[in-house]
């Protein structure tokens, strides 16, 4: 069963950081693209960054550069989120997704394997 589960979110003050781990299931990092999406109440689901199952990535919000680093473990089948300089703005549930149809990074609507998200609150 290709599953994803999210941990480390959490309430953290404007200025701080946060690391997100995202533990894979059922497939390994080097099968499958494993992307950062998140989404703030009321606002549309958003793509932060992506790593191809070779290990390259792309980050595709500028808002987020700079300030978000993405890595993996190949060993533990885990990628991680580290978040510093967090803003209120970046309030918002964040989710690992992965296509079960691709090994390269896709378009967003072709993202069909989720966790349930963690939620990250940054408060001002």
């Known amino acids: 069963q290709l599953q994803l589960v999210e941990s480390g979110g959490g309430l953290v003050q404007a200025g701080g950081s946060l690391r997100l781990s995202c533990a894979v299931y059922?497939?390994?990092?080097?099968?499958?693209?494993i992307a950062w999406f998140r989404q703030a109440p009321g606002k549309e689901r958003e793509v932060l960054s992506c790593l191809n199952s070779p290990g390259d990535t792309t980050t595709y919000l500028d808002y987020v550069k700079g300030r978000f680093t993405y890595s993996r473990d190949n060993a533990k089948n885990m990628v991680y989120l580290q978040m510093t300089s967090l803003k209120p703005e970046d309030t918002a549930v964040y989710y690992c997704?992965?296509?079960?149809?691709?090994?390269?990074?896709?378009?967003?609507?072709?993202?069909?394997?989720w966790g349930q998200g963690t939620q990250v609150t940054v408060s001002s």
């Open positions: 997704e992965s296509p079960s149809n691709s090994r390269w990074c896709v378009t967003v609507s072709l993202y069909d394997i």
């Open positions: 059922g497939f390994t990092l080097n099968d499958k693209p």
